[in-house]
């Protein structure tokens, strides 16, 4: 069982900044990738940021030069610092982790419960 435990998120007003933490645990064989999705209500489910284990980092086109993805492979921890928010921004954000529970399980999507982020004066 892969669980992942999220913390950060709030209240910030437009053009402030927040940071967003994720700590995977649980029986973990591999990683391919860590990251953040987020959705904001009446939308499907986006990706925000990720990180794959082969050095890969794609985001968002709408969060290019305003969020910084990070991850720490020996801690099994990804972070996401978010500068410049906009109200756009607003949605629940969910760390997602892709990989292998066992050598012989299939790659799954792991997710975490969820953080609000709400941009707003």
């Known amino acids: 069982q892969v669980q992942l435990v999220e913390s950060g998120g709030g209240l910030v007003q437009p053009g402030g900044s927040l940071r967003l933490s994720c700590a995977a645990s649980?029986?973990?064989?591999?990683?391919?990738?860590m990251g953040w999705y987020r959705q904001a209500p009446g939308k499907q489910r986006e990706l925000v940021a990720d990180?794959?284990?082969?050095?890969?980092?794609n985001y968002a086109d709408s969060v290019k030069g305003r969020f910084t993805i990070s991850r720490d492979n020996a801690k099994n921890t990804v972070s996401l610092q978010m500068n410049s928010l906009k109200p756009e921004d607003t949605a629940v954000y969910y760390c997602?982790?892709?990989?292998?529970?066992?050598?012989?399980?299939?790659?799954?999507?792991?997710w975490g419960q969820g953080t609000q982020v709400t941009v707003s004066s």
């Open positions: 990180s794959t284990s082969g050095g890969t980092i």
């Open positions: 649980g029986s973990i064989f591999s990683i391919r990738a």
């Open positions: 997602n982790v892709k990989g292998r529970a066992r050598y012989w399980s299939d790659v799954a999507d792991y």
